[in-house]
């Protein structure tokens, strides 16, 4: 949903940036939103010889969780999945799938078909899958409780998964300001194992060089 490259050469274009970047890229982490496709894209082209400096690529799955911001956003959070496992497609997808959201008098999982069925029931106008898809990804938000949940209860996720929560005040949890809520915004951060900050300030806060003890 935030693709930065467009065109009937968008792959290329992307995959080539990747190859020429300076200094050069040893990791890459793949996200999409919920799902998986363009990450396995990415290893298919690894595969196929492009990359070959990258010495780790990643799923990172990307979701929203029923939380608000301030900013009129919701806070992100990232589900980054270690490699190493040969099966960690399948068990990332097998988790994910049982995370539900209900509306329209109907539950749908984090799938691309329910998706795709969420993103037309919320908006008939969207006739194509792919213009479907990009509402269904927007609608869709994962319960908080629920996530910890399912963690608790998967140990391959706990051995193989990393959360990370973005800090911003946009789809972060330093958006999440009424007092009603700071007892949640705690438990989001005690949840995550990693912040996503690009602010000095926010960086500093986290090392406990702020407000904060480490």
């Known amino acids: 949903m935030n693709d930065q490259f467009k065109g009937l050469t968008a792959w290329e274009d992307y995959l080539t940036a990747l190859e020429n970047a300076a200094p050069k890229i040893r990791a890459l982490g793949v996200t999409d939103y919920y799902l998986t496709h363009t990450y396995e ?7 196929n010889g492009r990359l070959r400096d990258i010495e780790l690529i ?10 608000g911001t301030t900013k009129g956003g919701w806070v992100n959070m990232h589900l980054m999945v270690s490699p190493e496992d ?13 995370l539900r959201f209900r509306a329209h008098d109907e539950p749908f999982t984090c ?38 949940e399912e963690f608790d209860q998967s140990k391959w996720a706990q051995e193989n998964i990393l959360v990370a929560v973005a800090g911003g005040k946009d789809d972060g949890t330093s958006g999440v300001k009424e007092a009603a809520d700071a007892t949640l915004r705690t438990e989001i951060e005690k949840f995550a194992d990693i912040i996503f900050a690009s602010s000095v300030a926010q960086r500093e806060f986290w090392l406990g060089l702020r407000a904060a003890s480490p």
Do not use: M, W, Y
């Open 86 to 98: 040969s099966d960690h497609l399948e068990k990332a997808k097998a988790f994910v799938r049982k």
């Open 41 to 47: 894209k990415v290893l298919a082209e690894k595969r």
């Open 58 to 67: 990643f799923l990172n799955i990307e979701l929203r969780i029923g939380v």
């Open 111 to 148: 799938t691309r078909d329910d998706l795709i069925r969420l993103g037309r029931a919320s908006d008939p106008s969207k006739v194509t899958d792919e213009l479907a898809l990009e509402q269904g990804a927007t609608q869709f938000k994962v319960g908080f409780d629920q996530l910890r």
